[in-house]
């Protein structure tokens, strides 16, 4: 398994998966990265929904007009947030415990826009979320079948010593 300096590093996001079905013990440890992300005022105001079925993950890109790759996934997680003061932030930050954890596991994965997006309540409604919960983000994960190169901001470019 990778350690977390070597996940941040080599982390990607990846949209093509193989076959390969992923154990409900890994699920569950992803998971649990995530509901251990900080919070403002150690809200936690989250729930996650893991959905495993084919049936159910083919249902949610038509629902979003786009990410047709989420029905080819091993599994999703629907990050969902109830109402809170930093609400977007605490859920952010779980997701990204989600993409991180994936990768320490040789997993790949694609976080998905939910709220504003006009497609989020209705795929919130759709796996049976209380009304007062917010679709924040869906993240599709499998073992990749894809090595993207990604283009990223250097080091000497965003980083200020003391001032901009
Ligand atoms: C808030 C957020 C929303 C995103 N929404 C989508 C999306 O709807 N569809 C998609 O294919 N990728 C989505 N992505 C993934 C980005 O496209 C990807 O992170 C970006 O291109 C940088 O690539 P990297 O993750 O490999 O560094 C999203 C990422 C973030 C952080």
Redesign the pocket.
Same mark, same amino acid.
């Given at each position: 398994m990778k350690n977390a300096i070597e996940a941040l590093q080599s982390?990607? %996001?990846?949209?093509t998966y193989t076959a390969q079905p992923v154990e409900r013990r890994i699920i569950e440890e992803i998971v649990d990265c995530a509901r251990l992300a900080p919070t403002a005022m150690n809200d936690q105001p989250w729930d996650f929904i893991a959905v495993t079925g084919k049936e159910a993950l083919g249902r949610i890109p038509p629902m979003?007009g786009? #990410?047709e790759?989420v029905a080819n996934a091993a599994f999703a997680v629907l990050v969902l947030s109830r109402e809170a003061t930093c609400a977007v932030e605490d859920c952010?930050a779980a %997701?990204e415990n989600l993409?991180i954890a994936a990768e320490a596991h040789g997993l790949g994965a694609?976080? $998905? #826009?939910g709220a504003p997006?006009p497609y989020a309540p209705a795929v919130a409604k759709a796996f049976g979320a209380p009304q007062d919960r917010k679709l924040i #983000?869906i993240v599709s994960f499998g073992y990749p079948a894809e090595a993207?190169v $990604?283009e990223?901001r250097t080091l000497a470019d965003v980083l200020h010593w003391e001032k901009f």
């Open positions: 982390r990607r %996001t990846i949209r979003l786009h #990410a790759f952010c %997701t993409l694609c976080w $998905v #826009a997006q #983000a993207p $990604v990223k």
